[in-house]
């Protein structure tokens, strides 16, 4: 079982990771803004095959290894598990070094060609574009919230019903195997949890929305796709992401309280069901919002380009922008968001609730 | 309606955001009664800071072209008859700019037609 978790999961990292050049915004290789003239440059169409060749064929050399080294011999499960875990950083590693070393060289390609020299760097955006955003309401985050505060009433109703160790973490196979002392704090915990994480996705969400709609005065048609694709995909994928942590959450505080509804197969069902989804998700959100810039031809009329804003990005992955209001802004080498380090409300958004999460986890 | 900035040029960006406020309303792009974005809204699709919107919002309500109504934002005012301060300030603005074009070689004439094509344009949608 765990290696078949292991393998779905590296599987899907190394799929992303290859097609990464072939997903993002149109305008940006390897974090670096090429204008949209150059952008069928022969070199650069050579660095994005170039990356995504060698990052498949390593993927597939180490899958292959994996799987024979699987195998060969018998394997105990942590084995199996931990030598997966190494892999999928590894693969990282390996997909992080492919694109800092073509960062460099595209950077140096543009320099050298002086692509941005003589072009009037324009800034543009549409007054109606707000009115065409197409993200979730947020009022729909109130459904898995009110869920999460009905099972922390029905869990304290059900008090005596909960065993005297209370389950606190569970394996791949949906077995707990970490417990503690029964305490109405303990017996709170899990649920205060998820209302904390709910929160959490609902405050990202909020803050997505209220983000800029980065719109280019080159591309501007493909570009307001892209954008709204992004903001409208991403919000249901949060969405979903979160129906589906609030199902398994719930179930696992359910079967604390009646240990009969675990019986069978439906406890490794429901984690491996959730597994998919997220992967699912992200695949189909990843390929939407890749493809949503690249269909419509662009006319680059007069001497005009973007805005050249590589100096805000560090290494063409960290955004500090400090005249920028926006929270998050669209990743530069990926699919998705990150966030505006120079603007604190981030941190707060992003952090914090993972550190009051750790903080009670190791108390 | 599309705003273009010029990044790098020597007019201030909210000076340009007033003037591109003001052109869409001439050509009807937007009208009376529709309202502005919302100030960090805006800034955050230009990224730009919140004050260059601010800056160029507090222009367009002493212009009288807008009206800032709290909790609803920015709507654009119906145009009155203008007052003879106004008009007199809109001589004043026009002025050296008509004296600078003949100055500097521009015959009447060239003006005059100068004067009805952007007229021409601001009627065109």
């Known amino acids: ?217 080159t591309a501007l048609e493909s570009s307001r796709n892209r954008q709204l694709s992004l903001r409208k995909y991403s919000s249901w994928l949060l969405y979903i992401v979160l129906l589906g942590i609030t199902m398994l959450m719930s179930y696992f505080q359910l079967m604390t309280i009646h240990p009969e509804i675990g019986e069978g197969s439906v406890k490794i069902l429901i984690p491996f069901g959730f597994l998919l989804l997220v992967l699912i998700g992200t695949l189909i959100f990843a390929i939407k919002v890749g493809r949503s810039d690249k269909e419509m031809e662009t006319a680059v009329e007069a001497q005009i380009m973007d805005l050249d804003e590589d100096k805000y990005w560090k290494g063409g992955m960290f955004y500090f922008n400090k005249n920028d209001p926006s929270i998050f802004v669209e990743k530069r080498f990926g699919v998705g968001w990150t966030i505006n380090f120079a603007n604190p409300l981030g941190y707060i958004i992003v952090f914090v609730p993972l550190l009051i999460i750790l903080l009670i986890s190791f108390l | 309606m599309i705003i273009r900035i010029e990044a790098e040029t020597d007019i201030p960006i909210y000076t340009q955001l007033t003037n591109q406020i003001i052109e869409g309303i001439a050509r009807g792009e937007i009208a009376a009664g529709d309202s502005l974005p919302s100030v960090r809204g805006f800034a955050a699709d230009l990224g730009v800071n919140m004050h260059t919107v601010n800056k160029s919002y507090h222009e367009l309500e002493k212009k009288g072209i807008i009206k800032i109504v709290p909790k609803s934002g920015a709507i654009i005012s119906p145009s009155e008859q203008m007052s003879e301060e106004k008009k007199h300030q809109i001589i004043s603005e026009l002025k050296p700019v008509i004296a600078e074009a003949l100055v500097t070689g521009m015959n009447k004439k060239e003006i005059q037609g100068l004067v009805s094509m952007i007229l021409e344009e601001m009627k065109e949608k």
């Open chain 1, 1 to 217: 079982m765990s290696f078949l978790i292991f393998f779905i999961i590296t599987v899907f990292i190394a799929v992303i990771q290859t097609a990464i050049p072939y997903l993002v915004n149109r305008a940006v290789v390897f974090g670096v803004m090429i204008p949209e003239r150059y952008l069928k440059d022969e070199t650069i169409k050579k660095y994005r095959k170039h990356y995504s060749m060698s990052v498949g064929l390593l993927s597939i050399i180490i899958l292959g290894s994996y799987i024979g080294w699987v195998l060969s011999n018998e394997r105990l499960e942590n084995q199996i598990a931990l030598t997966g875990a190494i892999i999928e950083f590894a693969l990282i590693f390996i997909s992080l070094s492919f694109y800092l070393y073509y960062h460099g060289k595209t950077k140096q390609l543009k320099q050298q060609n002086q692509w941005v020299e003589n072009l009037k760097p324009m800034k543009v955006t549409d007054l109606t574009v707000r009115k065409q955003d197409e993200m979730l309401p947020w009022y729909v985050y109130l459904l898995p919230i009110l869920s999460t505060i009905g099972l922390l009433i029905y869990t304290m109703l059900n008090y005596d019903l909960l065993p005297d160790q209370i389950p606190t973490h569970w394996g791949p196979s949906g077995e707990a195997d970490a417990f503690t002392e029964k305490t109405p704090i303990s017996a709170m915990q899990l649920s205060l949890f998820l209302l904390l994480m709910q929160i959490m996705f609902l405050a990202i969400h909020a803050a997505t929305k209220k983000s800029g709609i980065k719109l280019s005065a």
